[in-house]
């Protein structure tokens, strides 16, 4: 938000692979900006240059954006009603049992590539800890059936007897609701012994995996410097062949490196045949804090937008989902989703009250 005479204009710059843009709030419009329109006005959004000095926020007014905002408050009709639902509602509770991880994967938010977040430790969450969050977890969902409790870490498999406890405890404390437990993990760890353990409990897991061996292993390596990708396939194998009922259970997470060959990564998921049936959650890399920043190449926007264009395609009934790559294919999903909420909800009132000075003169 930039301060202009007492008043808010709100907007944000941002660029794409072809252009800079302007977004304007009031009128909820995105514009083209020349280089050099956008790197004033990237100047008036830092603060480094008044707005009613900007010759660009003048030009751009007199053709109707950049007007200053006459909004007093943005409220959500639920805000009232946050904390009975943070008293009663909460549907889910995540442990981070360890800081500790057996990878050290290039792209990783505690790598030290990340400005102002942690790095990889030795600190280990103990069972004290644990059986107070999931105390106040379970106090606090008295309105809810289904409640789910999730494992993160660093590596939380390292914590695999801790991760046992917390289960039996939950289990114990839990009476007339469905608990279910979910866990992120990097699949080195997924011994026989792990598994038969997440099937009893009904785990749901999500193994991060990245492509073919050579996309997988340029990030996702041992501390000692060794790809893990051998031994994430085999104990996807493995699990497939020996808990089938388990495997339906398993999800996969990619976190696909800018530098690498997108077309590659989409043909190994859309051909090998232990992901022919799974759900894939695909990851860009995280640029937030990030120090340096990353620099997409023209093919890889030009490739992605390809493979959702395709989807939009499929889902209009103009081209087959045996045509849509799995890592794009679970946005099927959640656009249906919203398609129904959006039915469900069409004749309610709108989710945001915007209140404006004039508005609220006529109280």
């Not at 106090?139 to 870490?153: A, L, V």
């Not at 997924?190 to 009893?200: G, M, N, S, Y």
């Not at 060794?226 to 398993?250: A, C, H, L, Q, Y």
């Not at 390809?306 to 081209?319: I, N, P």
């Amino acid at each position: 938000m930039v301060k202009m005479m007492a008043q808010e204009i709100i907007f944000k710059t941002f660029r794409t692979y072809t252009h800079p843009y302007l977004y304007d709030r009031n009128t909820n419009s995105a514009t083209v900006l020349s280089d050099e329109e956008y790197r004033e006005l990237r100047q008036v959004e830092r603060g480094e240059m008044p707005a009613d000095q900007s010759s660009v926020v003048k030009r751009r007014q007199a053709q109707g954006l950049l007007k200053p905002s006459n909004v007093e408050r943005i409220e959500h009709p639920e805000t009232v009603m946050t904390e009975q639902y943070l008293g009663t509602r909460m549907r889910q509770l995540t442990l981070q049992v360890t800081q500790q991880c057996n990878l050290r994967c290039g792209y990783c938010v505690y790598s030290g590539s990340y400005v102002g977040q942690r790095t990889h430790s030795t600190k280990r969450m103990d069972l004290l800890t644990a059986k107070k969050a999931i105390d106040f977890f379970l106090t606090r969902n008295s309105e809810i059936s289904d409640i789910s409790i999730g494992f993160y870490g660093g590596e939380p498999l390292i914590e695999f007897d801790l991760i046992q406890e917390c289960v039996d405890y939950a289990k114990s404390k839990v009476e007339g609701k469905r608990l279910s437990f979910t866990m992120t993990t990097n699949g080195t760890l997924l011994t026989d012994e792990v598994v038969a353990v997440l099937e009893k409990h009904d785990f749901h897991v999500n193994v991060s995996i990245d492509g073919s061996k050579e996309e997988h292993d340029a990030n996702r390596r041992f501390a000692d410097g060794t790809g893990s990708f051998d031994i994430v396939m085999e104990n996807i194998r493995r699990i497939r062949e020996r808990f089938p009922s388990f495997n339906k259970n398993v999800s996969f997470m990619t976190t696909v490196n800018p530098h690498l060959d997108l077309d590659c990564v989409l043909e190994y998921f859309h051909t090998e045949e232990v992901f022919s049936d799974k759900s894939i959650i695909f990851n860009n890399m995280s640029e937030v804090h990030l120090d340096g920043g990353l620099q997409y190449g023209k093919d890889y926007y030009g490739v992605r937008n390809f493979e959702y264009t395709k989807l939009l395609l499929a889902l209009v009934g103009k081209l087959e989902f045996a045509y849509v790559s799995p890592l794009v294919s679970r946005a099927k999903g959640n656009i249906e989703q919203r398609q129904k909420s959006l039915l469900r909800h069409s004749a309610l009132p709108p989710v945001c009250h915007f209140q404006s000075k004039h508005d609220q003169s006529h109280q």
